[in-house]
C-alpha cells in the first residue's frame, strides 16, 4: 500500500513523465526519490526537456548523476547544481551520436 502511494504521488509531481514511454516512466520512477533528495527538481522546464528529448542512455545518465553526488558528499563538497550536471548528461549521448553522424 505505501509503494502504490508513493508512486501516485510521485506521478502526480512529475506529470510530464506521463507524455513519455513506459519504459521512460519507470527508469525515471526508479530513480526519481534518489534525485529528488539531492536536489533535482524534476518540474524544471530546462530538465523536463532535457529527459523528454533523451532517447538513449536515459538511466545512465540519472545514475551518473547520483553516483557524481555520493562522490562530492565522500570529498567534503557540497553539489551546487544539480539540475545542471543532470541536464548535461542526459544532452551528452545525443551531443556524442550526433557528431558521430557527422
Not at 502511494?5 to 534518489?34: R, W
Amino acid at each position: 500500500m505505501q509503494i502504490n502511494y508513493l508512486v501516485y504521488k510521485m506521478e502526480a509531481k512529475f506529470c510530464f513523465i506521463c507524455n513519455l514511454d513506459e519504459g521512460i516512466q519507470e527508469i525515471i520512477k526508479k530513480y526519481a526519490s534518489a534525485l529528488t533528495n539531492i536536489g533535482v527538481y524534476f518540474l524544471n522546464s530546462e530538465v523536463e526537456e532535457a529527459i523528454y528529448y533523451c532517447s538513449q542512455d536515459l538511466e545512465d545518465a540519472l545514475r551518473t548523476t547520483i553516483s557524481y553526488w555520493y562522490w562530492k558528499q565522500n570529498n567534503g563538497e557540497y553539489f551546487h547544481t544539480p539540475n545542471n550536471f543532470l541536464i548535461k548528461a542526459l544532452k551528452k549521448r545525443f551531443l556524442t551520436e550526433c557528431c558521430a553522424n557527422s
